[in-house]
């Protein structure tokens, strides 16, 4: 049931990694839905990611299972708020950091 929701979490937090690769001109873009390897890349420029952003590299496994039905446990209602929360934690970190580059 909360599958297709934690999917969407899971790409909100893609898209908001890749924009700010964007924002530091760093290009190509890679072609993954793995978070770990957009926080590890993200990491060699920005120095102080703060922890909660690099735990959002757990949500990567959501980009598999809920486009793959069966592949695991079905996705808890306690499950879900977190990823819905990490991915707004990431959004608004994003915003922020993006927006602030914009006034300098």
Same mark, same amino acid.
Request: proline share 5%; net charge negative.
């Given at each position: 049931?909360?599958?297709?929701?934690?999917?969407?979490?899971?790409?909100?937090?893609?898209?908001?990694?890749?924009?700010?690769?964007?924002?530091?001109?760093?290009?190509? @873009?890679?072609?993954?839905?793995? +978070? !770990?390897?957009?926080?590890?890349?993200?990491?060699?420029?920005?120095? &102080?990611? *703060?922890?909660? @952003?690099?735990?959002?590299?757990? +949500? !990567?496994?959501?980009?598999?299972?809920?486009?793959?039905?069966?592949? &695991?446990? *079905?996705?808890?209602?306690?499950?879900?708020?977190?990823?819905?929360?990490?991915?707004?934690?990431?959004?608004?970190?994003?915003?922020?950091?993006?927006?602030?580059?914009?006034?300098?």
């Amino acid at each position: 049931m909360f599958e297709t929701h934690c999917f969407h979490a899971q790409q909100c937090v893609e898209k908001c990694l890749k924009a700010m690769m964007v924002d530091l001109k760093y290009l190509p @873009i890679p072609r993954t839905h793995d +978070l !770990s390897q957009l926080l590890n890349i993200l990491s060699n420029t920005i120095k &102080d990611i *703060p922890e909660g @952003i690099m735990e959002s590299a757990s +949500l !990567s496994l959501y980009a598999v299972e809920s486009r793959y039905p069966g592949f &695991d446990d *079905p996705v808890t209602e306690e499950e879900w708020k977190e990823a819905i929360q990490t991915a707004k934690t990431v959004l608004d970190w994003a915003t922020f950091e993006i927006s602030s580059k914009e006034n300098d």
